[in-house]
C-alpha cells in the first residue's frame, strides 16, 4: 500500500484546509485509517482515525470540534477537514493504513503503511 497525503499549505489563524490521502494498493483487508501529525521538536501525535469496516471515528482531544474525517469508498480517499486552525496545529501531517484492529488506533505502532506527510502552517 502506498499513501499519499496532500493538502497541506499555509492558512491564517482561525482559517480552514481540506487534507486528503490517496492509496494504491488498498485492499478490502485495510482496516482502518488515521491522521497523524508531528511539530518542529515534538513527537508525532495521533489526530484522527476512521474504520474502513464500520463508520468509527476517533479524534484527539485537542482537534474534537475542530476536525472531521471522513472517507470516499468509491475512490478510497481519505479525508481531513480543518476548521479554526490554530498555530499550534501547524505540523506536518501524515495518513497511514492499518492492517486489523491490533493495538490502539491511537498509537502510531498499530499502522503498517505511511504516507510521505504534508505540511500544515498557521500563522498570520
Known amino acids: 500500500v502506498q499513501l499519499q497525503a496532500s493538502g497541506g499549505g499555509l492558512v491564517q489563524p482561525g482559517g480552514s484546509l481540506r487534507l486528503s490521502c490517496v492509496a494504491s494498493?488498498?485492499?478490502?483487508?485495510?482496516?482502518?485509517t488515521g491522521w497523524f501529525r508531528q511539530a518542529p521538536g515534538k513527537d508525532r501525535e495521533f489526530v484522527a482515525a476512521?474504520?474502513?469496516?464500520?463508520?468509527?471515528?476517533n479524534y484527539a482531544r485537542s482537534v474534537q470540534g475542530r476536525f472531521s474525517i471522513s472517507r470516499d469508498n468509491a475512490n478510497g480517499t481519505v479525508y481531513l477537514q480543518m476548521n479554526s486552525l490554530k498555530p499550534d496545529d501547524t505540523a506536518v501531517y501524515y495518513c497511514a493504513d492499518r492492517r486489523g484492529p491490533t493495538g490502539l488506533v491511537r498509537d502510531a505502532r498499530s499502522y503498517q503503511y505511511w504516507g510521505q506527510g504534508t505540511l500544515v502552517t498557521v500563522s498570520s
Open positions: 476512521i474504520g474502513w469496516r464500520d463508520v468509527t471515528k
Open positions: 494498493g488498498r485492499t478490502v483487508s485495510t482496516y482502518g
